[in-house]
């Protein structure tokens, strides 16, 4: 009898025990909801509302007992308004001829760098990977207005300024309000946040089995072919992490197209002078609150949100994959 | 003998082919980035006019930096404001990011939804257009935004923190925590993508062995993730540091822009250095502490 009452005893404690650890899990995860959820929130709030406004009419703006789901629709005006003043056409061509080419061009090119200094030892690689820790940590406005001077006179050893002086005739290019102030970077490898890209990709490589690689010169195979048909084949995660990155930070950059532009903007430099622009065409003012202005503004937001939500929507799923394999902090 | 030569050999090929690779970027990194960056430095103690073919500048010696130490009202203002977000902003971010992105490497319902969203602010909050957008939202709190009209009606910060009687300085220190919650969290992204490729690289059979041993849960985070953090939890340091430093929402880098697009060279450099000498140097300080104590301890 004692026995059976022992063996029960047992049995509930243990199962008291089960229940415990379930429901500290229970409570665990509606706590990581609320968290996950609250900071989410967050996140998605300010994108909510810029939609949200860039849809409704002034009224609807201004009627406070209605803020999610408007009163009254403006679509059509609203965005043709911010269409019209961002010249939208002609700044996405503007964008994509200078700032996602010069991110193609900056993926070659740091891949290449990134293999030579993961793969092979040499003289000072030691400095020069200093070095690109240098560029990491230096931000890209310090050397911006010098860089810019010289481009308005692009003289790339000397030889042409040397000439000028001798000569007076000026050989020299200015390479601003064209692409070449952003390829010309892109192509040596320094261009946009360069240094963090080659360290993504310095990472990535330095895991790669080197045995395959070392077969093929074995083989015979020069050390581009080797690059090209053994080490790239199996690093499209990594090319996928850096494309986004790269992409990412062209299309949004404003500080560089900024200071070499002055003709013709991309979208990211038509957003920064949204308010000006609009306050030009549209004789509305920001400072009295305009309600009018307000529906524009965010209607030119998402205008230049969307291609890149469009895209990030379709990789997001490599992406985040990627990540899980990319081992950027190796 | 002859295996020391062929191995010579083959070491230079590897050191020619690393050249191979390599020398673009040599050639890149001396005429878009020492050249300038020298030119820089060199600007900051001269004057600068704008010519015709180039520009003039001879050098004064430190005059530029008497100037905006002692004479430009401005700049201790803005000086002190961005190096004061700085340092509150860089252990929340790190703490937020790190946490949320344990939570977002465990497995549960959703996982991937909030993993896409948590990715969200990596492909907008770079850019320009954040700026615009917590402005007009509102989420800007520090600014009066247009939502003005809505946040009247409801309970502030400031009446809470009045309400907990709190001392002066948390209570301020709270407020304004509270009030850049947006900017915070808009500046995880590609530190929680960072810390959650670093916790991918963390060995499972830590945990394994941890488990058998019958250790919790805590002990677990405190003795196995963090420390295997270590490494990553610095490049996230210094990554935060630097996009901290050169955002273009601190109030000195928004002041000197608009002062270098209208042409000002020779005061704005100094301003930009001697306000990156003083991050920089902090920098320096944080990371020296960090690898001599901290992971020391856990290697």
Not at chain 1, 45 to 57: A, E
Not at chain 2, 210 to 221: H, I, L, N
Not at chain 2, 270 to 288: D, E, K, N, S, T
Request: hydrophobic residues 50%; neutral net charge; glycine residues 6%.
């Amino acid at each position: 009898m004692k026995n059976i009452i022992d063996t029960f005893s047992n049995m509930d404690s243990r199962r008291a025990h089960q229940l415990r650890k379930k429901g500290a899990s229970l409570v665990y995860s509606i706590f990581r909801l609320v968290i996950l959820l609250s900071i989410g929130f967050i996140i998605i709030y300010p994108l909510m509302y810029t939609i949200v406004t860039s849809l409704q009419s002034k009224y609807a703006f201004l009627n406070s007992t209605r803020v999610w789901i408007p009163t009254e629709f403006a679509i059509a005006e609203n965005y043709a308004a911010a269409f019209n003043a961002m010249e939208y056409m002609s700044s996405l061509w503007s964008t994509f001829k200078n700032e996602l080419l010069s991110a193609a061009i900056e993926i070659a090119s740091c891949a290449l760098v990134a293999y030579g200094l993961a793969r092979f030892d040499f003289k000072l690689k030691k400095f020069y990977t200093a070095i690109l820790f240098l560029t990491i940590l230096v931000p890209e406005m310090m050397i911006l207005i010098p860089r810019m001077l010289n481009y308005s006179h692009l003289d790339l050893f000397g030889i042409l300024g040397l000439f000028n002086n001798l000569t007076g005739i000026d050989l020299r290019p200015n390479i601003l309000d064209s692409v070449w102030a952003f390829w010309l970077p892109s192509i040596f490898g320094v261009g946009l946040r360069s240094g963090i890209l080659i360290y993504i990709y310095i990472q990535f490589f330095k895991g790669l089995p080197k045995e395959l690689e070392e077969a093929a010169w074995v083989d015979g195979a020069g050390p581009f072919k080797t690059f090209l048909a053994i080490a790239l084949p199996s690093s499209g995660v990594v090319i996928l992490t850096v494309t986004v990155f790269a992409m990412i930070w062209h299309w949004n950059d404003s500080l560089l197209s900024g200071m070499y532009l002055s003709e013709e903007f991309p979208l990211a430099q038509q957003v920064t002078r949204l308010q000006e622009t609009l306050g030009q065409k549209y004789l509305v003012a920001f400072n009295g609150r305009d309600p009018q202005a307000i529906g524009y503004l965010m209607a030119g937001c998402v205008l230049f949100i969307v291609p890149m939500l469009v895209v990030y929507m379709i990789v997001q799923r490599w992406f985040i994959e990627s990540i899980d394999r990319v081992g950027i902090t190796g | 003998m002859k295996k020391q030569k062929r191995n010579r050999g083959i070491v230079e090929l590897k050191s020619r082919y690393g050249y191979m690779f390599t020398t673009h970027w040599i050639i890149g990194i001396v005429i878009f980035f020492a050249l300038p960056l020298i030119q820089s430095i060199l600007f900051s103690f001269s004057k600068i006019e704008i010519v015709s073919g180039g520009i003039d500048f001879n050098l004064v010696g430190i005059e530029n930096y008497k100037d905006i130490l002692l004479t430009n009202a401005n700049y201790d203002t803005w000086l002190t404001s961005s190096i004061t977000t700085y340092l509150y902003s860089l252990p929340i971010i790190i703490l937020l990011s790190m946490s949320l992105a344990i939570i977002l490497n465990q497995k549960f319902r959703g996982r991937l939804f909030f993993r896409a969203l948590y990715f969200l602010p990596v492909i907008i909050s770079t850019g320009a257009v954040i700026n615009l957008i917590f402005k007009t939202t509102g989420s800007d709190m520090s600014d009066i935004g247009v939502s003005d009209a809505y946040s009247a009606n409801m309970i502030s910060v400031d009446d809470i923190v009045l309400l907990l009687d709190i001392d002066g300085e948390i209570a301020s220190f709270i407020t304004q925590t509270i009030s850049k919650i947006f900017d915070l969290v808009w500046s995880c992204g590609i530190q929680i993508v960072l810390f959650l490729a670093g916790l991918q690289s963390v060995p499972q059979s830590f945990f394994e062995a941890s488990r058998v041993e019958g250790a919790t849960k805590w002990e677990e985070f405190w003795f196995i993730t963090f420390p295997s953090l270590s490494r990553v939890t610095l490049l996230v340091s210094i990554f935060t540091m630097v996009e901290l430093i050169t955002s273009e929402r601190t109030t000195l880098i928004k002041n000197v822009y608009s002062m270098m697009r209208a042409g000002n060279y020779d005061e704005t450099s100094a301003m930009m250095w001697f306000y990156f000498l003083i991050c920089g140097g902090m920098m320096g300080i944080f990371v020296f502490l960090y690898t001599r104590f901290l992971m020391k301890r856990w290697e």
